[in-house]
């Protein structure tokens, strides 16, 4: 059901299974024990770290298949999306699953559009089982993005580390934690032309989404046990907390990113905390689908955030527009 | 409803309008009475390129609106891609047009993934207007995959010329065509490494999900008028033909390629033909559709195909896997 810019899910609509595989820092970081899958080295047995990535998404999939214990034929569909030009981590790995692919682009917001246009197609009845999955990997993207890793460039504090990390998850009709409603996302460009400040760029797209999702769906932020941005990390979601508090609404502690969960910032150094499309999927399957499912979060919106960019976009003066889509989750127990 | 692989789409879900806007040598083409809106130069009006190809798509997404007699604010939601880095002609239009935002990849596959999540959205009642676009652009797309124009490098006999073309429909509840069914596709890959020969690194992933349509959706070849693949031009589209008659199917006359439909190729030295996603998304918009409008198309399998390679999953030593989403589409007068 349509309701002004939000989806609501009629059917009931269920994470069934999910799972996470990560690099060795994301292994050493605050959720190392809720991580399916840790890699010994970042390169996941291969030659490339392009090719680790796609191994890296590969190893995801059929570990959240594995645990769903349905085989791939019950598959409908996997619909994935990651960083690299052309996407190939997404390609390679789905040419050796197997299954039926709807490849999507939404940079570091991946995965919510995926789960949200998955979710739709069981409520259209067209699937009955859906694979949604984002990975994103810090050597692929920091060569492609900024400069090679040998080149040992200065971060400045205001950049954040690519999580090297894969989430997954299996939505069905059946299981623990509900998809209620999804609302998908506006690109929207504030005019930060800073690639190292990737959260300014995006924490509108989030204040934006964000409020179209309690005026039109009705809501109100107290409703919810956690409000979930992608990866602002410190920057951004400063900015968020900021643009809710001009407008009279205090997130207070429900409000967090998952750029500032997935490592620990001090010890770790990670700069403005982390990013890349496997941030957000990792944080939701290695702690926040944990805890829903001890029925310490009852629900949650889940906004991953992207920053729609390329070198070349940036290198021709653009300015980085960023677009966040939401998705609300709901304790099914 | 689900049938095998194939979703059909019981709520009658139609396009409901449709737009094209290409470049100079495409509206020099056989097909340039079609197009809505022919560039003057590739430029339109842009300082860049890839400013162009946004440029392009905003256009014909702003075309498909004016006629469909739509204001903006009944657009539900825009679901489109392109072949560039980041999909920035995508994120860049859809900054500047303003709908909710969807982001997809499928290589020159795109048009049909859009169309089919488009019509999904639809068949779950989540939204009632879905524009759906795809863009390609021969000078960003010669640059970013294989050299830079002013290179002036040989083009081998197999090679295509990308088109500089973007098509945009809007799907609704009304129409004249219907939207009948779709079927995404697999990722296959044949193990072709040549990169400038995506026609037959494409051609049996063509071939697998027709395939899986006649027999999920119990058609015959025979019950269409015309069965459209995307953009394999001469040397795929001739292994299509052969693949089916080793299955003892003759396709005949009814089997057409976008790719050779675009262009004069004996005229306007493209070599094997068209590619680009808007290659097939424009032949749809300024061919197809006004054909089956005039009733002499009642049944058509319109079947983008691409090919999912990056430079640098090619320069790694990776063969070129293809994809192919198909969508049935009928008269609905």
Redesign the interface.
């Known amino acids: ?2 309701k002004g ?1 939000v ?1 609501f899910f ?1 059917k009931d609509i269920y994470i069934k299974e999910y799972a996470s595989c990560v690099g060795v820092k994301e292994g050493e970081g605050p959720l190392r024990d809720g991580f399916d899958v840790i890699g010994e080295d970042d390169r996941f047995g291969e030659s ?1 770290w ?2 680790a990535e796609c191994r890296m998404f590969e190893t995801a999939c059929r570990k959240a298949v594995e645990k769903s214990g349905l085989s791939d034929s019950d598959i ?2 996997l619909i994935g ?1 990651d ?6 981590s997404t ?2 790995a ?2 050796d699953l ?10 570091c917001s991946t995965m919510a ?1 995926s789960m ?2 998955g979710a ?2 069981i ?6 089982y859906v694979l949604c999955a984002a990975s994103s990997h810090f050597c692929t993207a920091e060569r492609q993005y900024r400069y090679p890793l040998e080149y040992g460039g200065q971060r400045p504090q205001t950049s954040q580390w690519t999580a090297t990390a894969c989430g997954a998850v299996i939505l069905g009709k059946e299981g623990k934690v509900r998809i209620k409603a999804a609302c ?6 504030p005019g930060v032309r800073d690639v190292n400040n990737m959260g300014a760029a995006m924490a509108q797209a989030a204040y934006e989404t964000l409020s179209r999702y309690f005026k039109d769906g009705e809501k109100k932020p107290e409703e919810h046990d956690l409000i979930v941005t992608g990866d602002l990390s410190e920057v951004g979601a400063a900015i968020v907390d900021k643009l809710f508090r001009l407008d009279g609404v205090n997130l207070g502690e429900r409000y967090g990113d998952c750029g500032l969960m997935l490592f620990d910032r001090q010890k770790q150094d990670v700069h403005s905390g982390g990013s890349g499309c496997g941030c957000s999927a990792a944080v939701l399957c290695a702690r926040i689908l944990p805890r829903m499912i001890k029925h310490e979060l009852k629900r949650v919106l889940f906004c991953p955030t992207g920053a ?6 940036a290198a ?1 003066g ?1 300015s980085i ?1 960023g ?1 966040c889509h939401l998705i609300c989750l709901e304790d099914a127990e």
Chains 1, 2 share one sequence.
């Open positions: 059901m349509k810019d989806w009629d490339t392009e090719k409908g569909c999306g960083l690299l030009n052309q996407c190939i390609s390679f789905a040419r197997g299954f039926k692919t709807l490849g999507v682009y939404g940079a559009e949200a246009l739709a197609l409520e259209a009845g067209l699937e009955e998908p996302g506006r690109v929207f460009d729609l960019l390329s070198p070349l976009s021709q653009e527009p677009i």
